[in-house]
């Protein structure tokens, strides 16, 4: 149960790193200048071509060095990073990628009058993300981040790959130990079923609330 | 002059993307490659380069057979819950939700460590001629791929089923065509078609869950680069040269693909 705790943990932090990283990816590829267009486009598109578990890999291993690095070369201790928030990170920055993509996706499909309306009243940057872009790409992003979500959900299986203590590895080594080991995996899959369903329910909600007062998708055809 | 105007306008359209920033980008990361190159240690390669192609080779073979195998699954589950009765449709709905509702790696893990401790117990299968495949690792491997492949694009399947036109199901009825005939001819064409851009995304998610084999002893390219970093404790360069390979191996796929895409006519239906 320690396991599923964690990896819930990790899903939770890596969607909202995820969805942190592509709000700001979606405006610099939308409205950044040429260089920052460039280098988005070759983040999410190398991040996309590579496998997770190969990213996941290099980037655990990597990145806890080259902080490290860096740090001993300003003159600090060397820390030692805890798996958890290296898992944050990493599959954070993965489904940054991922989130940019659609989160572009979904900033395009507000009519621009609705845009436009908000900087004629004089509104600044900020305030016409918070009142006007992100609460009107919201049901439009919501199907392509309920994917992403449990995408991530998935995705913290990855992490056992590398040792870290979640569901996966957890079941690996009570399966091991018992030597029942199609229980074990069985009930492990149960519960990732139980999530993925239980977050399926909450995200059609969520979802149906966001559009609210749109015309349904039916009616739109 | 219609040949002229293409030369003019491909000319054009290069200039349009060899802007200057491009230009500092482009020799940015060629300097960085370089000094990977020079400064990285490489001299391992000579020694596993037979393996890495063996490795890449098993990969896309593994790639091939799965998707192709869970293609075949999946034309049966997706017709199942678009058009089966419920007794069709609710095992066809519960395999999807199941394989999409749990990890990859933890289907894996089930297969191989799981069924695979339950066969030895059974002096039966023991004695049959699977035995020999059944102790290995890669029958479970290419299992689970394609389990999970079949799973995913049975739902891709099934709405592409769902979307071919009334109209048309019933014009081939009318012309008086078999129920049979009409999958093969109608239906099954147009779904296909339908769902061909989803099936080159699918196909590449594929492949980027093809290096999952290597945890349960299957040698990839992805093991194959792990052998190289134990054995020579070199942490990035095999790890930057796999994401290099799987770079060059999607690019090569989504670029077959949607070659093929292009050639169907687009307008169905």
């Known amino acids: ?221 | 002059m219609a040949g002229e105007a293409a030369i003019i306008n491909t000319a054009a359209r290069a200039s349009l993307w060899l802007q200057p920033h491009r230009i500092v980008l482009i020799l940015i990361a060629l300097g960085l490659v370089l000094s990977a190159a020079f400064f990285m240690r490489w001299d391992w390669l000579p020694q596993y380069w037979e393996m890495g192609l063996m490795g890449i080779w098993r990969a896309l073979w593994i790639l091939a057979v799965t998707c192709a195998l869970g293609f075949l699954i999946a034309v049966p589950v997706g017709l199942a819950q678009a058009a089966g009765s419920i007794w069709v449709a609710a095992p066809a709905k519960a395999f999807c939700t199941i394989i999409r509702g749990t990890p990859l790696l933890l289907q894996l893990w089930l297969l191989y460590y799981g069924l695979g401790s339950l066969f030895p117990q059974y002096p039966w299968i023991r004695d049959s001629w699977m035995w020999p495949y059944l102790r290995q690792a890669w029958p479970y491997g290419v299992l689970a791929l394609t389990l999970s492949f079949a799973g995913y694009e049975g739902e891709v399947m099934r709405g592409a089923f769902a979307g071919v036109p009334k109209g048309q199901l019933e014009a081939a009825r009318a012309f008086g065509m078999s129920r049979w005939k009409i999958l093969r001819r109608i239906w099954l064409p147009q779904a296909f078609y339908r769902a061909l851009p989803t099936l080159t995304g699918e196909t590449v998610l594929q492949l980027k869950s093809t290096p999952l084999v290597a945890t349960i002893s299957v040698i990839d390219i992805f093991a194959v680069a792990g052998k190289v970093r134990q054995d020579t404790y070199l942490t990035y360069e095999p790890l930057l040269l796999l994401a290099l390979i799987y770079m060059a191996i999607t690019g090569i796929l989504v670029l077959a693909l949607s070659r093929i895409e292009a050639r169907i006519p687009v307008k169905v239906g």
């Not at chain 1, 600044?124 to 981040?145: D, K």
């Not at chain 1, 913290?156 to 790959?161: F, P």
């Not at chain 1, 590895?169 to 369903?197: N, S």
């Open chain 1, 1 to 221: 149960m320690l396991g599923l705790l964690h990896s819930l943990e990790i899903a939770v932090g890596a969607t909202i790193v995820g969805l942190l990283i592509g709000i700001c990816g979606a405006y610099g590829k939308l409205y950044g200048g040429p260089v920052v267009r460039d280098l988005l486009a070759v983040y999410t598109t190398v991040v996309r071509a590579v496998p997770e578990l190969v990213l996941i890999l290099l980037l655990y291993y990597a990145g806890t060095d080259l902080i490290n690095q860096v740090l001993t070369a300003i003159g600090y201790q060397r820390v030692d990073i805890s798996g958890l928030v290296a898992g944050i990170a990493v599959l954070g920055f993965c489904q940054g990628a991922y989130s940019t993509e659609v989160m572009r996706g979904a900033i395009l499909a507000i009519p621009q009058g609705q845009i436009e309306a908000a900087r004629a009243f004089g509104m600044s940057p900020g305030l016409l993300l918070r009142r006007i872009t992100l609460p009107a790409m919201l049901p439009f992003a919501i199907p392509g981040l309920a994917n992403l979500w449990l995408i991530a959900t998935k995705d913290t299986a990855l992490l056992a790959v590398v040792g870290f203590f979640e569901l996966t590895l957890a079941t690996r080594q009570a399966a091991g130990v018992t030597k029942a080991y199609l229980i074990f995996y069985l009930a492990a899959g149960v519960l990732y079923l139980a999530v993925t369903l239980f977050s399926n329910f909450l995200l059609g909600r969520a979802e149906k609330w966001a559009r609210r007062g749109m015309p349904s998708v039916k009616e739109a055809r």
